[in-house]
């Protein structure tokens, strides 16, 4: 099917690993011209060197910060030309129960999955109704579905992201912005390894026993890959998802356990 998305512009936070990073690789191949971004400068020069045949820009931002965020929608629009498709992906997963996590914990993840995406939408949005519309796509993440007391920074934080989206989607529809969330729930990347990790320690499972358990819990039988949630993030970003809107896409093999 062709997607359509050849000569469009993409910005893809947290571009330099795992989901973004296949999100990036996607795109380019689909025919649009992407940037990335990061924090850590060593990952994004590999990120921006692994994808150079592709045309890849990359740039250094935080998206804690509104002058970063602002400045980065800046240097993309100067440098591609202009934003028809935002990725807002930069993240992770914060594990711990709440005696185990300050609020300034909370707060921090907050700041980077919700206030981040926020300043992305109004830095970024004028410039796509200047083009005739867009797309916004939100990486969520299981945990706003499916509370975790084991991960109650994840579960509050990422609840708010699928109010963010609906909400956002209201106000951007007329202007032809479709927003949606695609919520990933076990994709093998370095976040999932460090979490794989983490558990090893704390609950005395090897690491073994951890990745092939939580491959066994999802419905296919396997881990997902970052190229599985990409492949879902391009269609939303064609216009052969041309009507949905506000809504939020599970990818994850049947992993998560909800009706609605
Ligand atoms: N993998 C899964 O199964 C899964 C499940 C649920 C949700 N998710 C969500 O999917 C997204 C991608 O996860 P992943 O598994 O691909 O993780 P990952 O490999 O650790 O990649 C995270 C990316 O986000 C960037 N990033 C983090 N904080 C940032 C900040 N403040 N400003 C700019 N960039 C920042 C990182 O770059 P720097 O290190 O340079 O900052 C990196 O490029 C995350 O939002 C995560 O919560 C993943």
Redesign the pocket.
Known sequence: MDLGLKGKIALV????????LAIAQKLAAEGVGVAI????RA??NAAVDSLKSAGVQGFS????DPVSVKGLVTDVVRSLGGIDIVVS?????IAGRVSDLSSAELLNHFT??VA?PWELARAAAPHMKSRGGGRFIV?V??TGKVPQANGIVSTVVNAAQHAFVKSLSDDLAPSGILVNAVC????E????HGLTLFNEVHLGRSLEQQESKWGAEVPLGRWGT?EDIANAVAFLASERAGFICGANIDVDGGHQRMIF
């Open positions: 936070t947290g571009g330099t690993s795992g989901i973004g971004c990061g924090r850590d990952k994004l931002a935080d998206v804690r992906n930069a993240g992770t997963h980077t999955k981040g990486i993440g299981q990933p729930s076990r994709i990347s370095p976040l999932t970052p």
